[in-house]
């Protein structure tokens, strides 16, 4: 019976949370480890391989209905030796709200110093988002009321929006800043109280990718992922660290782990797990478990994130500040 109890308010606190709080952020799971910083910041378009492309699929707490579900499609080309572009398109659904859509990037990349590889990095995203209430399975009978009166059809609302980002990188070590939403969410206050209008976060995104032995093909990488909502000064961290081994054809695979927690609970894990893939050619895929380590683990299987990718019309840039690691 207190099992119930606890799963009840769980599933209460996810419902409350899916009325005002998705159009937040799409949460970034563990996406960007995947080999697509694209995923965080518009910086990266353009960086590495001259046409990368990732589709993931992520499906939050299996074993919970209604749970958070998300398909996501990104790619970035270069079009110049210093300007790289890219898109993405996602699809979310959370219960009974629907978010989709797509963004579109623009980066620049400088060099700061030639023979020290330094390297500055300015990115911009154009947002668009549209939102839906499914109310198809809802149940206004008396044992299940319409708890929102105003929700009374399949509503809907579109927001544009900007994304900035800046990356500084010297040799192995990256340093991305970005500030996402920078406008205010235009909406009707008078009918949805609960709901912030200010959708500003903010992300960092810093770590060191460093050589094994030589020969070896080992390459090592810790990094840390900083979020925060200024609605309601809530944020988190990853802690992750990821290792690649490379053949003689610049093939490999790699493996890693992630650790999130809430920065109000240092240290005290919300999610845990493993992830690992590989690159064959063009080829890439890779496959991203997490388990929830509070009280709702006990109702789910964990979160599962599966990835897949193309990398076409590998090149060598003219410029060394739009060029990929070289193993």
Known sequence: MMQMRKLILYLLFIVLLKGYGQELNLPVFTQYLADNNFVISPTYAGIGDNLKIRANGLTQWVGIKGAPDNQSLYA??????????????????NGNTIQTGAKFSFAHHLILDYYSKQYLSFGISYNLNNF?????????????????????????????????GVLYRLKGYFLSVNANNML???????????????????????????????????????????????SDKRSSTDLNFKFRKYDRNDDYYWAGISFRYLNDQFLKPLNIGPMAGFKKSIFYFGYAYQVTTNDLAGFNSGTHVVTIGLDFLQGISNCPCTQGPVH
């Open 132 to 164: 839906r209430i499914d109310i198809n399975n809802f149940d206004n009978g008396y044992s299940n009321p319409i708890i929102d009166p105003f929700v009374t059809d399949d509503r809907r609302t579109t927001n544009h929006n900007f994304d900035v």
């Open 184 to 230: 205010d969410k235009d909406f009707d206050s008078s009918l949805r109280r609960l709901e912030p209008n200010l959708l500003l976060n903010y992300q960092i995104y810093t770590g060191y990718t460093f050589r094994g032995p030589k020969k070896s093909g080992l390459e090592f990488e810790p990094s840390i992922f900083y979020q925060m909502f200024t």
């Open 76 to 93: 970035d080309f270069r079009i110049a030796d210093r300007t790289g572009v890219g898109l993405s398109f996602y699809n979310d659904r």
